[in-house]
């Protein structure tokens, strides 16, 4: 009798347990999915079965007898999922939604990822002075004029136009609309003209900052009449790219499918692009989670966080067909001093002000040794910060300072004989502060303690939590020697907005010079936190400094923006208003067994600016 | 009874009102700004940030954020704008937040159920065989699962019952992540069961495994208490059968702290299993939750807490009419 009870409540259990599963099985799927509103039209490849989510199942094969392999699927993984598909939308900046927009989206540029050049997209060559898509007017405004590449087309069709772009122009500068209108502002309405295959404006005044612009088109046809900001968030217009907007199962995937009717070639076999029939992008947020489902190849490539374990550990993947790339990437790095009166707040005795302290400071930092510590060697110390945006142009302007803890000692030494300062009753100090949520940084405040102890100078770590360190640290000013991260965009007009943030016009709240180096006291400023007084720093340097950016601003001569910049490096370096350190790494992974043509990019444009040249090698 | 339901709303709606001040108070004391990720990016201007605070309504005074918010918030009716945007982008909070509820309910209700339907009929089990070998090796189990911290279990089933396993056999068991593959709308009804499963399992039992050890305690505890009192010993004295002294008078009593336990756990099926669903890439409300209080989207986070607080509310209301049917003892005045 005991025994048939157990046996039956066994049963039972097995009976329940297996219910609970079909039950959790047989439920719909019910989170939210959106599907793409523009039917594609008739593909040269057929899919003739569903794709699954392991990555070696290519649906069709279909090769030129020479080319790449048309078909089959790639499976991108990511941390992050988009808030939007709407680039223009609020949101639309995370760098995520230009990863999988790069699949559908077109503009005028791109990205090269061997060069990290600006490339044409849609339009015939980027205009410049040289090729009269610039001119000068004789009243100091700026003509720009695109040609748009007569093959260029819709996935519907209809052929890319001037019309295009300038509804795009009209959307941005909607003013219900909450879009970022930089540059566009500086369009003169009057002076839009929409070809079948041109597009002309004139700018009030020269500035590089074009270069960027319309980088992202919306097509009019598709687009008129609707809701900008509601109706495109969960699905996409139709498509200017490779692929088209299919599926986006939120919390899960992204699916494109093959734009039929894309216009482009491969430059090597001749054949028509792209070869794959669709790309999947999943989100996966947990990085052990994201490392596994690549080691268990459920996804073909991945953009890691660039932890030094996690590199390792996909390194020991090459053996097995796996390709890990690791460059520098945009985001850099840098230590900073603070100039405005807030400084004080942090550290009562600050020397900021002086520059035989900021170059002690500068010879102090050892950054072979901090690239070694955080970063394992795997790349180079920053000479500049125009290594991050344009690396041909650099001077490294900052070699001038080699670690050296005599030097720094000498230097202090020559503060202290200054008649405007007593180090005896008020030591060399410096007070550090970064944000505390962030490894490498605090790894970093740990190798300063030692650095500092060698060249002399009282040393203390206040590391904070990122929410208030760039919350009301940041904007207040209320740090003496600080440290984090930009981010450098390929080109000039990323090179010449950088200068921005050390603007001696620009104190906050409404420039970005968060240094204060070389700004007027701020008044009536609304939190009462903005107010201070005059920077601790105004002088020839700052005044020319003010002048260079005023002019890089304002000039589209490639020679002499070159110059301009050069001179700002130069001063920023002298004068050691910041101290570059690193690049953070950015390794791209890929099995490369399977995938074809893959080619990281670390900068903005992501591993995705050439999807429509990969295809399965597996085929 | 019915007065008794009734005044308890009423306290469960004071609470709720209470819960929603204390949360939106500490969220907007916390120091972040939710705009604070504009800031790196040098080419956007602070009058774009402006523009940006504009539009979400954060250039107001928290009081009024709060009334705007707390006044469109019980109008859930007025789908999909009755919870305000969520900070990341344009997307509507009720929507964001009732998409991720299914995902949720799926891998909880399960991890739930087999907690259970595993953990309550173990600690029975325990109970009545004391200190027997499987008293002691389950016991022994449910301390190591117990004090195993749900990352390393997650992931320890990710290594070997995903990539592993499928090294050894040649045979795709379990996939490390998503609730289904992409091509699950293209699959049979079959194929959809089985691609749920092999979706399904490792998440589920990472979160069970836990649960189960937990209930199989308390239950046991709980047995043993009922199993050494008076009345069950009369009961054995007048002749009844072991079967029928514990089915019908040691398990009744013996389940009744679990109630609160089991229903506590309900109510906490809402906020998702943030670990778990982030390390399963699982499309649910602890995901969705975490990644919200990361970048200070309080819109989001106040969603989600309210929507646990109900849960609360409802289920502890639940668990104490249940308690009048299992006790008769318990009467509702």
């Known amino acids: 009798m005991k025994h048939l009870w157990q046996r039956r409540s066994l049963t039972w259990l097995g009976l329940l347990l297996a219910f609970v599963l079909v039950v959790a099985a047989c439920g719909d799927d019910d989170t939210a999915e959106t599907t793409g509103t523009t039917s594609a039209p008739a593909a040269t490849t057929t899919t003739t079965a569903a794709p699954t989510t392991t990555a070696a199942a290519p649906t069709t094969t279909e090769a030129a007898p020479t080319g790449k392999p048309y078909g089959g699927e790639a499976i991108v993984a990511s941390d992050q999922e988009p808030p939007t598909l709407n680039t223009f939308a609020p949101g639309g900046d995370n760098f995520i939604v230009s990863i999988v927009g790069n699949g559908y989206w077109t503009g005028v540029q791109d990205i090269d990822g061997f060069t990290l050049e600006l490339i044409p997209e849609v339009v015939t060559e980027l205009p410049t002075v040289a090729n009269g898509g610039i001119s000068i007017n004789a009243d100091g405004t700026e003509t720009i004029r695109y040609t748009i590449l007569d093959e260029a087309v819709w996935a519907d069709g209809t052929p890319i136009s001037g019309d295009d772009f300038e509804f795009t122009y009209n959307t941005i500068m909607d003013p219900d609309l909450p879009i970022t209108r930089t540059v566009y502002e500086d369009i003169d309405p009057a002076t839009v003209v929409a070809g079948p295959k041109t597009f002309e404006f004139t700018l009030t005044a020269p500035t590089v900052q074009a270069e960027l612009i319309f980088g992202f088109l919306i097509p009019k046809h598709d687009v008129e009449g609707s809701d900008f900001i509601n109706d495109w968030n969960d699905t996409m217009w139709v498509s200017g790219g490779p692929f088209e907007f299919d599926q986006w199962q939120k919390g899960e995937f992204i699916r494109l499918t093959r734009n039929a009717n894309y216009w482009k070639t491969d430059a090597e076999t001749g054949q028509q692009l792209p070869f794959l029939d669709s790309v999947i992008f999943r989100f996966i947020p947990e990085t052990a989670a994201l490392i596994n489902s690549f080691k268990a190849r459920e996804v073909d490539v991945i953009n890691p966080p660039p932890s030094i374990e996690t590199i390792e550990d996909l390194q020991t993947l090459e053996s097995e067909g796996a390709s890990v790339e690791v460059l520098s990437g945009p985001i850099w790095e840098h230590l900073n001093f603070q100039f405005g009166d807030n400084r004080l707040v942090r550290n009562a005795g600050s020397y900021n002000e002086f520059l035989e302290y900021r170059q002690a400071v500068a010879h102090t930092i050892d950054k072979t040794k901090i690239v070694d510590e955080i970063l394992k060697g795997q790349v180079e110390p920053m000479s500049s910060y125009v290594d991050a945006f344009s690396p041909t142009l650099s001077l490294g302007a900052w070699d001038q300072y080699d670690y050296n803890p005599d030097t720094a000692i000498a230097l202090v030494a020559d503060l202290c004989a200054r008649d405007d300062t007593d180090c005896d009753a008020n030591p060399v100090s410096t007070i550090f502060s970064t944000t505390s949520n962030n490894d490498a940084r605090v790894t970093l405040s740990q190798l300063f303690v030692e650095m500092f102890a060698d060249a002399g100078i009282v040393y203390e770590n206040q590391l904070e939590d990122s929410s208030l360190f760039f919350g009301e640290t940041l904007d207040f000013g209320n740090w003496d020697l600080g440290e984090w991260a930009w981010v450098g965009t390929p080109g000039f007009a990323g090179l010449v907005s950088i200068h921005d943030i050390f603007d001696p016009e620009g104190a906050p709240p409404d420039g970005q010079n968060f240094y204060r180096w070389g700004t007027a006291a701020v008044e009536g400023a609304d939190p009462e936190g903005f107010n201070q007084g005059a920077s601790s720093v105004i002088d020839d340097n700052t005044a020319r400094f003010a002048v260079l950016r005023d002019d890089m601003n304002s000039t589209v001569d490639v020679d002499e923006l070159t110059e301009i910049i050069h001179e700002a490096e130069q001063i920023l370096a002298d004068q050691v208003v910041i101290i570059p350190l690193y690049a953070r790494l950015d390794p791209g992974a890929v099995w490369a067994d399977e995938l074809g043509g893959y080619k990281h990019n670390p900068s903005q444009a992501g591993d995705t600016w050439n999807i429509e040249q990969w295809y399965r090698v597996d085929l | ?333």
């Open chain 2, 1 to 333: 009874m019915l007065q008794y339901v009734i005044r308890r709303l009423v306290y469960g709606m004071i609470t709720l009102l209470a819960l929603s001040i204390i949360t939106f108070t500490l969220l907007q004391n916390t120091g972040g700004d939710p705009l604070d990720r504009l800031k790196s990016n040098p080419r956007i201007t602070q009058q774009a940030i402006q523009e940006m605070a504009e539009f979400y309504g954060l250039d107001q005074p928290g009081t009024k954020q709060y009334l705007t918010w707390v006044g469109n918030f019980v109008q859930v009716w007025n789908y999909p704008t009755a919870w305000g945007r969520s900070f990341q982008g344009p997307q509507q909070v009720q929507e964001l937040v009732l998409n991720r509820l299914g995902g949720t309910a799926r891998l909880m209700f399960t991890a739930l159920g087999l907690a259970v339907m595993i953990g309550i009929p173990l600690g029975i089990y325990q109970a009545i065989k004391q200190y027997s070998f499987f008293d002691q090796a389950t016991t022994t189990f449910s301390f190591v699962t117990f004090s195993t911290p749900i990352f390393v279990l997650g992931i320890g089933l990710q290594i070997i019952l995903a990539l592993k396993l499928e090294q050894w056999t040649g045979v795709k068991f379990f996939y490390t992540s998503g609730m289904n593959s992409t091509s699950y709308s293209d699959l049979s009804f079959g194929a959809r069961i089985g691609d749920t499963l092999q979706h399904l399992v490792l998440p589920a039992t990472s979160i069970a495994l836990i649960s189960i050890a937990g209930y199989s305690r308390y239950q046991r505890a709980s047995m043993l208490e009922v199993m050494h009192s008076d009345y069950l010993r009369t009961a054995k004295a007048k002749g009844l059968s072991r079967r029928s002294v514990i089915v019908k008078h040691a398990l009744r009593n013996a389940l009744i702290p679990i109630i609160t336990l089991v229903s506590l756990d309900v109510a906490g099926v809402l906020g998702g299993a943030v670990i778990t669903e982030s390390i399963f890439a699982w499309p649910g409300m602890g995901r969705l939750y975490i990644q919200a209080i990361f970048l200070n989207d309080w819109p989001i986070v106040m969603a989600v807490v309210m929507l646990i607080g109900f849960m609360v509310v409802v289920m502890n209301l639940l668990a104490d009419l249940a308690y009048g049917w299992l006790d008769p003892r318990v009467r509702y005045d």
